[in-house]
């Protein structure tokens, strides 16, 4: 079989992540081998994401530039992929006479045979059906990179939410979850090829299994958390309405379960959160906040905020900056409004300028960087259990920066926390072994966005610890 390049570019978020792992793994049988260069390949996918306009604009301004390179190459063939494939289907081939396929968010298996026809036939090929359920007979396949410390794995799809400003359940379809079974497998293969942290992804994992009558999403954990040789578990995204208790007491029970929660509360206003169908109250989120603190005191906690949904007033705005004052949240992304297709809230009144979203959003972010500042200054002196996921780039703030004879590394902390540290470029540790081990790291320093400090001697094995922060003697 001839060997042909295929080049994967990802816009959004870890589910498309996942997704290009998914992709190469079932182009791989018909030849095709990754390439990070576009112009030596024989076939590039652009992996798409629509969630705000911007996303979409630049999957598109993507494309455009590929009609050059497709004139200069005719064989080369162009695939659309991900959320804007399923969104815009046939209407991306009439827009871009050189896209040679559109596949949809549920067309992943179906792509070896359409890129079959298409090599042999040279035909244009539309497919964006959506099915109801996972196809749990289907292998998944597997991990294609070698040498990572981390993996995403996809243990549902889809969404049922439907929250008025979102354009997922339109584009992902309805929520469908995986086998256990299947999950776990995945996993184990992972954990075989050196893989030490996995998160497991889902639009809202809280609701894992609920509709097929598996078992829970806390069950699964427990199953995760049994898997030999895996050191960490990470989840994202949880909706706080589906928050359970028992997923709560997960965090104080399971030691492999990262102190770590992504709690998307959107807004700090019980009318905004009504018209955007969230279902939840923020009393009802602090109080699941609180819930969370009581059992596992250091849980680290972000969210994602949307400024200037329609008809927001001064005064609604203002009790969001007041949440995230009393919740003091670890970290946050903050998003303006931005509408989107089929989804109710682009026809309602009160839509607000770009000014005026973007000083909200400036406030919004101002107010965290404030609340991170001091929350990384509090952690000068506190030991962290890290894992390395490999060596680090540096900034020169850190007097550790690669400058002085170090070599720089860098891991996260139970509390997802990005840690940078040194070791000193003859230490025997430098090696290729540090990646993928845990470390005892004491925090020296903080920039914006991480923190850096000093391994403790002797602390580095493959042991994950309980990963909690101890104050240094
Ligand atoms: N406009 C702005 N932000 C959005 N998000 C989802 N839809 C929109 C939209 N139409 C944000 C939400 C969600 C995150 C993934 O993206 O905050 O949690
Ligand atoms: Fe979109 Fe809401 Fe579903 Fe999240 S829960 S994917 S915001 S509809």
């Known amino acids: 079989m001839t060997s042909k390049l295929l080049h994967i570019s990802t816009i959004g978020c870890q589910m498309n992540v996942y997704d290009a792992n998914q992709i190469s793994g079932v182009l791989a049988p018909l030849g095709y081998r990754g390439t990070d260069s576009i112009d030596t390949a024989d076939m590039v996918v652009v992996n798409t994401c629509t969630i705000r306009e911007k996303a979409e604009q630049k999957a598109f301004s993507f494309l455009g530039r590929l009609a050059k390179i497709k004139s200069a190459k005719p064989a080369l063939i162009i695939a659309v992929g991900g959320c804007v494939a399923q969104q815009e289907g046939e209407a991306i081939l009439k827009r871009m006479p050189h896209v040679d396929l559109v596949f949809g968010t549920h067309a992943i ?26 196809d749990v007979d289907r292998p998944m396949t597997g991990p294609q990179t070698d040498g990572q410390v981390s993996a995403f794995i996809t243990i549902m799809r889809g969404c049922d939410n439907y929250c008025t400003y979102c354009v997922v359940p339109h584009v992902r379809g309805r929520e469908a979850s995986r086998h256990p079974d299947r999950i776990l ?60 208790e028992d997923l709560i007491q997960s965090f104080g029970r399971l030691e492999k379960l990262c102190r770590h929660i992504h709690l998307p509360v959107q807004s700090g206003n019980d009318e905004i959160l009504r018209r955007m169908n969230r279902r939840y109250t923020r009393r009802a989120y602090i109080d699941k906040i609180a819930r969370l ?127 940078h540290f040194s070791v000193p470029d003859r230490h025997p540790l430098n090696n290729e072994l540090l990646t993928g081990n845990f470390a005892d790291i004491m925090i020296e320093g903080a920039h914006a966005h991480s923190l850096w400090g000093r391994l403790i001697d002797d602390s580095m094995d493959d042991r994950p610890g309980k990963g909690e922060t101890t104050i240094a003697a």
């Not at 298996?109 to 996972?134: A, N, T």
């Not at 609701?207 to 578990?233: H, M, P, Q, W």
């Not at 969210?303 to 949240?329: C, H, N």
């Open 109 to 134: 298996f179906r792509l070896p045979d359409m890129v079959r026809r298409i090599e042999s036939s040279r035909c244009r090929i539309v497919d964006v059906r959506l099915s109801d359920r996972i």
């Open 185 to 244: 497998e995945e996993i184990r293969l992972h954990v075989q090829r050196g893989v030490r942290e996995v998160t497991l992804l889902g639009q809202n994992v809280n609701s894992y299994g609920n509709k097929e009558g598996l078992c829970t999403f806390a069950e699964l954990l427990e199953r995760v958390n049994a898997v030999d040789g895996l050191g960490r578990i990470r989840f994202t995204t949880s909706h706080p309405k589906d928050l359970s």
């Open 293 to 419: 603190r009581t059992v596992c005191p250091d849980i680290a906690i972000t969210s994602d905020f949307i400024v200037g949904f329609p008809g927001e007033s001064d005064r609604q705005f203002k009790a969001t900056l007041d949440l995230i004052e009393k919740v003091r949240f670890d970290g946050l992304f903050a998003f303006m409004y931005s509408d989107r297709p089929n989804a109710p809230a682009a026809g309602y009144s009160g839509k607000l300028n770009e000014s005026v979203k973007k000083e909200r959003l400036q406030a919004l972010l101002d107010l965290q960087a404030t609340i991170t500042r001091q929350k990384y200054n509090s952690l000068i002196g506190h030991i962290f259990r890290v894992l390395v996921d490999g060596p680090s780039r540096g900034t020169s703030a850190d007097p550790h920066s690669p400058a002085s004879p170090q070599i720089r590394w860098s891991g996260r902390s139970s509390a997802n926390h990005i840690i």
